[in-house]
């Protein structure tokens, strides 16, 4: 079964100029891989919460890495059926 948990996980899509990821509380629980916090750098190095929507930028503290870290393990959201 975990085995087919990493499969599906490595192939869901990662945006355009994201290169972390972090599954979030509720998608670990629920089995929900689109429930992660992706961290993207363009013009600006920032992480944002598919569940809830928060996101974290460079500029503020903690560091973009630990926030989302510490987001993923906490957040319990799930998105709005229906909203992308
Ligand atoms: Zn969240």
């Not at 928060?54 to 799930?78: F, G, I, T």
Request: with cysteine; aromatic share 6%.
């Amino acid at each position: 079964m975990s085995a087919t948990v990493s499969r599906e996980c490595a192939v869901e899509p990662w945006p355009e100029g994201v290169f972390a990821r972090h599954l979030t509380w509720a998608g670990a629980h629920l089995g929900d891989h689109s429930l992660t916090v992706d961290i993207s750098e363009d013009d600006l190095r920032r992480a944002v919460c598919r569940g809830c929507g928060d996101s974290h930028n460079q500029y503020e503290k903690p560091s973009v890495s630990e926030w989302a870290m510490s987001h993923a393990a906490a957040c319990r959201a799930l998105p709005r059926p229906g909203v992308a």
